[in-house]
């Protein structure tokens, strides 16, 4: 079954860190561009983060460049985002996909940054 299955999420507070995991299955993972979206209460989900298939270039938004790292091991058919430095305004609900959103949606994994 073609799926992705975002974990890692959880409450945390100001400053600190959390690394999140996106686990694709049934498709050719390691040749497609992976990209981690997010989505706050309210608001559209937005682009936050792309790696091309191998890993050598990424790209971010903005407001989590120096902060988050995506990464990736097509081994283990996994995306990856290590988020430090987290603030409130990181509360959302994070998902991964391919660039194009060709894969249907995962349920997400829920970050919460409150003091």
């Known amino acids: 079954q073609v799926q992705l299955v975002e974990s890692g999420g959880g409450l945390v507070q100001p400053g600190e860190s959390l690394t999140l995991s996106c686990a694709a299955s049934?498709?050719?993972?390691?040749?497609?561009?992976m990209v981690w979206y997010r989505q706050a209460p309210g608001k559209e989900r937005e682009l936050i983060a792309t790696?091309?298939?191998?890993?050598?270039?990424?790209n971010y938004l903005n407001s989590v460049k120096g902060r988050f790292t995506i990464s990736r091991d097509n081994s283990k058919n996994t995306v990856y985002l290590q988020m430090n430095s987290l603030k409130p305004e990181d509360t959302a609900v994070y998902y991964c996909?391919?660039?194009?959103?060709?894969?249907?949606w995962g349920r997400g994994t829920q970050v919460t940054v409150s003091s």
């Open positions: 996909n391919t660039l194009g959103r060709l894969i249907p």
């Open positions: 049934a498709f050719a993972f390691s040749t497609y561009s």
């Open positions: 790696i091309t298939s191998s890993g050598r270039f990424t």
